[in-house]
């Protein structure tokens, strides 16, 4: 079992460690509730030194992604960050992933835990039809660290060499925080405002050590669950998978077939013709939770779902018959062998302005 940089304050902060994509994470600390609640009310910091990085480099880099990713890589500026899914030749994805372009012929792209070997294999194995382009496993050279919360990028910006200034949502500079370089990356996967360091592992800790004295509170992988679910971002192995394709997964958005990707094709036919189920947000109506697996009654399953610390119902995502994914429809789950009701919910299910 692999460990990150950060293995040491996660013992000494008590979290409770368990088996994720082949490393032992933290998967709480305080608890899920009171992390989850840190996060939307102040600033949470998570250790997500698991994800995997890959680097596309030379003057082939930019047709070799515009090839294998869905995006439009070409739009994507210098400093720019930017979505998509990996798809295999039938339009199944493969990973979701988020590509940063660093130079004009240099790009760093974050993979998911589980899926950085296949995607490595995949990157190198495209790149063979395509000259001056290198490919590069830079894994082992990142740890990562994600601060999210309304004071997330408050208290980063204080930890800047003077001068420097945080990069906008979606855009990414080479930074030094609390005296170490960073690539500091405006995104995140908890709905909040904040940003994502990438840094050397041996600098992660004592980042981690000026973000904690700043104020900021250990969230572990169990509150990055709920927060994402809240606002329906997806997850890849529950709500993403190999059996299914993007216009499914509401994720035509960052599909554009016109560049040619592999899976182009088969991900245009299913927007033309429409998919025959669609993956929706739920809420519960009484009682209970259901889980990634659960039957929906009448066609569909269950992809993720969870107690939701700031409504105190039960969400979810589900694949559903296409002609019954529409907001405000009800249906019935099969939770461990009871009947739940539920109801169709418009996206995000958590919103701020509302909840606050």
């Not at 000494?12 to 609640?37: C, D, N, S, T």
């Not at 998570?46 to 082939?60: C, K, L, N, Q």
């Not at 515009?66 to 994805?93: F, H, M, T, W």
């Not at 170490?180 to 980042?207: K, N, S």
Request: glycine residues 12%; contains cysteine.
């Amino acid at each position: 079992m692999r460990t990150t940089s950060l293995h040491a304050r996660h013992l000494a902060a008590g979290a409770r460690l368990v088996p994720f994509a082949g490393w032992e994470m933290p998967v709480q600390y305080a608890g899920i509730r009171a992390e989850h609640r840190a996060v939307r009310s102040g600033i949470g910091v998570f250790d997500v030194s698991h994800m995997g990085e890959i680097e596309t480099r030379g003057a082939g880099a930019a047709a070799l992604l515009q090839r294998i990713l869905s995006n439009d890589v070409e739009k994507l500026a210098v400093g720019g960050a930017q979505y998509s899914v990996l798809c295999k030749p039938d339009g199944g994805v493969l990973d979701d992933l988020f590509t940063y372009r660093l130079e004009e012929r240099r790009f760093l792209t974050v993979t998911n835990a589980a899926n950085h070997a296949k995607d490595l294999a995949w990157f190198r194995g495209q790149a063979a039809s395509f000259a001056d382009v290198e490919v590069v496993d830079r894994a082992e050279d990142y740890a990562m660290l994600a601060v999210q919360g309304p004071e997330a990028r408050p208290l980063v910006a204080r930890l800047l060499d003077a001068g420097q200034e945080l990069p906008e949502r979606f855009r990414t500079a080479e930074l030094t925080v609390a005296g170490a370089p960073a690539l500091v990356c405006g995104t995140g996967y908890t709905g909040e405002d904040g940003v994502e360091l990438l840094l050397a592992p041996a600098a992660a800790p004592a980042v981690w050590d000026e973000l904690l004295r700043g104020g900021a509170t250990p969230a572990g992988l169990g509150a990055r669950d709920t927060l994402r679910l809240e606002v329906c971002f997806h997850l890849y192995g529950n709500d993403l998978s190999e059996s299914r394709g993007p216009i499914e997964a509401g994720l035509g958005w960052c599909c554009k077939e016109a560049t040619g990707f592999v899976g182009a094709d088969a991900v245009a036919a299913v927007r033309a013709a429409g998919p025959a189920e669609t993956l929706v947000p739920f809420t519960l109506t009484g009682p209970g939770i259901a889980r990634q697996g659960d039957a929906v009654r009448g066609g569909g399953e269950v992809t993720s779902g969870t107690l939701s610390p700031s409504l105190g119902i039960g969400i979810g995502m589900a694949y559903l018959p296409t002609e019954r994914a529409v907001a405000g429809a009800p249906f019935e789950i099969d939770v461990r062998g009871k009947t739940r009701p539920a109801v169709v919910a418009e996206k995000p299910i958590y919103r701020p302005e509302t909840t606050r």
